[in-house]
């Protein structure tokens, strides 16, 4: 396998180079969604979490109702395999996913025996350092657990995170900002999301609605360790409407400052430079 392909795929117990075929036409997952993933981030020569991502794809497998087969060593075991493949300067998303094959007698519901294994490592560059985001309001709103699986990173949720993105681009801005059923913010439609008022970072508290993101926590642990306070507690619209700094944290990107909320202009703040500049520091060392 060369050094300079973009993506390879391990699959059936081996690496392939390119985007492998993994499903058929007949699969459960194929037709009813029964599919669930992750995704970490090769940079600079590391892979910040790659162990609480691995683990959270199992985590995922068992929400979805299927039966995880690779332990997390083994998970990281064959990235990093694959990952010798690239260049060392290469960045990389890396996506581990589970999905059943079979469906069990209900027809609905998959056969947990039938679960697959796949791991896709693509190469997608970092978004450049400047780099931001503009948000608005959407229509749609994150779902309960009562309505859906929102315990895990299952593929059948981002279809309703799709719609919050077209409704965001088609009013002229980057992202949506999310609320919950009850009417309080919970993430933006692809990331979480942080605001910043008189030098504290204030951020959604995990109520069921939303995964509590691994760069999400690794951010907020970092700040909390450089001295700044952290507030995990339930907020408006109106509190980021009126807040000093935003900023999104999430895997494919890591930290990104938010520059406009509605018809309200911002500036990248200090607080989500610090953020960004902690996080890159620890990850050279992770």
């Known amino acids: ?25 007949a699969d459960h997952a194929t037709w009813l969604g029964t599919l669930v993933f992750d995704g ?39 990235t990093h395999e694959g990952l010798a493949n690239y260049s060392a300067d290469d960045a990389i998303y890396i996506r581990p996913m589970y999905w059943s094959k079979e469906s069990d007698a209900t027809v609905v519901s998959g056969d947990p025996d039938s679960t697959q294994f796949a791991l896709c ?34 593929a059948c949720l ?15 801005f980057k992202n949506a900002l999310v609320c919950d059923a009850l009417g309080n913010v919970a993430e933006t439609a692809t990331s979480n999301i942080m605001m910043v008022k008189d030098g504290e970072v204030f951020t959604p508290v995990p109520n069921g ?8 926590k690794r951010v907020a642990k970092l700040l909390q ?25 999430g895997n494919l990107s890591k930290v990104t400052p938010v520059t406009q909320i509605e018809d309200r202009h911002l500036q990248a703040g200090p607080v989500a430079r610090q953020a960004r500049e902690l996080y890159w520091d ?5």
């Not at 620890?282 to 992770?286: D, I, K, V």
């Open 1 to 25: 396998m060369a050094v300079g392909e973009k993506i390879f795929t391990f699959f059936n117990e081996k690496w392939e180079k390119g985007n492998t075929p993994i499903m058929g036409a």
């Open 40 to 78: 970490a981030r090769k940079f600079n020569g590391v892979s910040p979490d790659l162990e609480a991502h691995c683990e959270r794809v199992n985590q995922s497998a068992i929400a979805m109702g299927l039966k995880p087969t690779v332990s997390t060593a083994a998970m990281m075991e064959i």
């Open 121 to 154: 490592l693509e190469s997608i560059p970092m978004p450049d350092a400047e780099a931001s985001m503009t948000l608005t309001t959407t229509t749609f709103c994150r779902p309960l657990l009562s309505m859906q699986l929102v315990n895990a990173k299952a």
């Open 158 to 172: 981002y279809p309703h995170n799709a719609r919050m993105l077209r409704e965001a681009n088609g009013k002229g």
């Open 209 to 216: 609605t939303f995964l509590n993101g691994i760069t999400r």
């Open 225 to 249: 360790e450089d001295g700044t306070t952290v507030h995990e507690c339930t907020l408006s619209l109106d509190d980021f409407r009126s807040a000093d700094e935003i900023f999104a944290t």
């Open 282 to 286: 620890w990850a050279a060392t992770s």
